[in-house]
């Protein structure tokens, strides 16, 4: 009987269908889900370094606007930090390698070979879509920021590490202080303070209500981007 219940258990299993491992897929998921996975991690570090900013300072990440200008129609800001002495909108990257470009090229390059946007031109059009949603007495104290992780390396022009610049090139884990250090010279510069208390509030609810969440329009404008980037890994 043993013997007997053996061989029926030995047929049903070898008319049981063998499983395929199917593996095409999966390193490019692999690399996708690992550079949004880095993606979050720099997006974090960056976060906690707002936080600790002074209590006269707010800040947005990950506003969607409108702008026409732009290709998919909207413009994504990764952040917005305001102050009572400017408006500072960051974009974030999370390239990895040696960082080439200057005031004068409309394109960088990554490793001397992947192209990307001048992230300052691509910053500049963020600004412009953000102005259209405050009073024009505002328009002057942007100062436009760009955070590379230090996986990068930077052979950019100089003027782009002074803090005298209103445009500013750093590493993510040094953002907070060379937004201390700004706020600090243009100190110097104003006696008073360019924006109190309710300016902040006004601007800061103007973002807000022309922030986009819905996940169709993020996605759509996820697939048509600012224009061209080089490959982020």
């Not at 390396?153 to 782009?160: P, Q, R």
């Not at 996605?219 to 981007?225: D, N």
């Amino acid at each position: 009987m043993l013997l007997f219940l053996n061989f029926l258990k030995k047929k049903k299993n070898e008319n049981k269908p063998k499983q395929v491992n199917v593996t095409t897929s999966i390193p490019k998921k692999v690399n996708e889900q690992v550079a949004t996975r880095k993606g979050e991690i720099g997006e974090y570090k960056i976060d906690i370094q707002l936080d600790q900013l002074p209590k006269d300072c707010r800040y947005l990440s990950d506003l969607l606007v409108k702008n026409p200008k732009a290709k998919s129609g909207y413009s994504q800001i990764d952040h917005v930090v305001l102050t009572p002495y400017g408006i500072f909108a960051i974009e974030t990257k999370n390239y990895q390698g040696t960082i080439y470009g200057g005031k004068d090229r409309k394109t960088w390059l990554v490793n001397g070979k992947f192209k990307m946007l001048n992230p300052f031109v691509q910053n500049y059009g963020h600004i412009k879509a953000l102005t259209s949603f405050i009073d024009k007495k505002y328009y002057d104290l942007f100062i436009s920021m760009v955070s590379f992780t230090k996986r990068s390396t930077f052979k950019v022009d100089l003027d782009y590490r002074k803090i005298a610049s209103n445009e500013i090139i750093v590493y993510d884990i040094e953002l907070s202080e060379f937004i201390h250090r700004k706020v600090s010279v243009l100190k110097i510069e104003h006696k008073e303070p360019l924006l109190n208390e309710s300016d902040i509030i006004t601007i800061y609810d103007a973002f807000s209500n022309a922030n986009i969440t819905d996940p169709k329009v993020r996605e759509e404008h996820r697939k048509h981007g600012d224009g061209p980037r080089a490959s982020q890994v």
